[in-house]
């Protein structure tokens, strides 16, 4: 269920950032046309200025997002000197137990 609500959430943090990035776009183009500056240092200025912090926040909620849902093949482990961290393992091949009569 888990893996669900990850996907499912991370999957939502994109959409909403592309949103917002295309959104950009548009406020960069009618800036550029309105603005002072030339209109590339203009359009740069607005696009730069609404995406990076977008981003930031898409990739800080991604990580909570993990951390709080963690997937099936993933754990929170408190590793020492640097905290709780979300760590993917993996087996490779089943544990062999040797039975003596």
Same mark, same amino acid.
């Given at each position: 269920?888990? *893996?669900?609500?990850? *996907?499912?959430? /991370? =999957?939502?943090?994109?959409?909403?950032?592309? @949103?917002?990035?295309?959104?950009? @776009? !548009? #406020?960069?183009?009618?800036?550029?046309?309105?603005? *002072?500056? +030339?209109?590339?240092?203009?359009?740069? /200025?607005? !696009?730069? =200025? /609404? &995406?990076? $912090?977008?981003?930031?926040?898409?990739?800080?909620? &991604?990580?909570?997002?993990?951390?709080? !849902? +963690?997937?099936?093949?993933? *754990?929170?482990?408190?590793? $020492?000197?640097?905290? +709780?961290?979300? @760590?993917?393992?993996? #087996? &490779?091949? $089943?544990?062999?137990?040797? #039975?003596?009569?």
């Amino acid at each position: 269920m888990n *893996s669900y609500k990850q *996907s499912f959430y /991370i =999957g939502l943090i994109r959409i909403i950032a592309n @949103v917002f990035m295309l959104g950009a @776009v !548009f #406020v960069g183009m009618y800036m550029a046309f309105r603005g *002072s500056l +030339p209109a590339e240092a203009e359009f740069c /200025i607005w !696009f730069f =200025g /609404i &995406t990076v $912090p977008v981003w930031a926040c898409a990739i800080f909620l &991604t990580r909570f997002i993990r951390r709080r !849902f +963690p997937a099936e093949e993933e *754990s929170l482990v408190d590793l $020492p000197g640097r905290g +709780p961290c979300l @760590v993917r393992w993996h #087996v &490779t091949e $089943p544990s062999r137990v040797l #039975v003596l009569r």
